[in-house]
Each structure stands twice: as C-alpha cells, then as structure tokens.
C-alpha cells in the first residue's frame, strides 16, 4: 500500500500538521487503526502532563522547625496546621520505634 502525506486538524489547538507517509506506514505496522488527534507539540504537552491528567506537581521544600527536637529542617510539602513536622532524624526515629511494637 502507498502511502501519502495527509493534513491533519489537531483536536487541542486546532492547527493544521502533516501525518507523513512514514508516519503512516509505522501506524500499518503496528496495527494502529485511528489517525492521530494531535500535533507533536500538543502531544509532547500532554505527555509531560501526570497519570489522570493532573499536571506535574512541583516538589515544595518548605523550611520549618521539628516538632520533637527543635532543629531547622526542609520538609517536602507544606505542612498542615496543628499537625507535628518532624526533621529526618526524629521521623526516621518514631517510624522504628512505631514498627518495633507490632
């Protein structure tokens, strides 16, 4: 089968892009039976994007104070008020001291 570039609509941006021959033919091949919906840039973005399409949350340091020990620490969220934040030495502390009684 010959194959032909085709001009597709993209369904997110709505601008025009080319589905190549050889585009196509790799379609044939790996049995893929619709047409694509989207540009590579609409693509692209859309692949960047998390499971469930959420965006990509960015990691939050937050400077803060241990709860247990008082020292300065960065912890990666945004803690909750009312809820205790502890440094790295004193988690890691009560999550073993926590496995130990069960």
Known sequence: ME???KILQC????????W???EQLFFADKNFKN????CK????KRANRGAGGAPVRE?????TTCSACGKETTVPFRPTQ???????EC?????FAGASGV
Not at 35 to 38: A, F, H, I, L, V
């Open 11 to 18: 369904v997110d941006c709505g601008t025009e892009f080319v």
């Open 35 to 38: 047409e694509p919906k989207r």
């Open 59 to 63: 990691r939050v340091e937050t400077h």
């Open 3 to 5: 194959f032909q570039d």
């Open 91 to 95: 988690f890691q502390q009560r999550k």
């Open 82 to 88: 009312g809820r205790p934040v502890f440094c790295r």
């Open 41 to 44: 840039a609409c693509k692209a």
């Open 20 to 22: 190549t021959a050889g």
